[in-house]
């Protein structure tokens, strides 16, 4: 069972910077791309960052040119990483990572304990 741990969250003023780092336990056979989602008070789930194996990106809209996912070793990727910069009051969340064994499953886990962000106006 692939455990992933995710920390770096807290408070930042609107305009700030944060970063996350989420860490998994898998194999590289076991997870082959890693995501982050988020969960505002009241509202659903929903899909902030991905990166496959191979380094491909992909960000949802509302974070476009503000937010930049990465990892380490490229060969063996363990560590991911979201640069979260000129933070809204709108990405207050608890952010999730997901460490999957295939993109198409990011959306189903398994997934951290989650870290939370509050960004002030």
């Known amino acids: 069972q692939v455990q992933v741990v995710e920390s770096g969250g807290g408070v930042a003023q609107a305009g700030g910077s944060l970063r996350l780092s989420c860490a998994h336990t898998?194999?590289?056979?076991?997870?082959?791309?890693m995501g982050w989602y988020r969960q505002a008070p009241g509202k659903q789930r929903e899909f902030v960052a991905s990166i496959t194996r191979s380094g491909i990106t992909n960000y949802a809209d509302s974070v476009k040119g503000r937010f930049t996912i990465s990892r380490d070793n490229p060969a063996n990727p363990t560590t991911m990483f979201l640069q979260m910069n000129d933070l809204k009051p709108e990405d207050t969340a608890v952010y999730y990572c997901s460490a999957p064994q295939s993109l198409a499953t990011l959306p189903f886990g398994p997934w951290g304990q989650g870290t939370r962000v509050t960004v002030s106006s």
């Open positions: 898998g194999s590289i056979f076991s997870v082959n791309a």
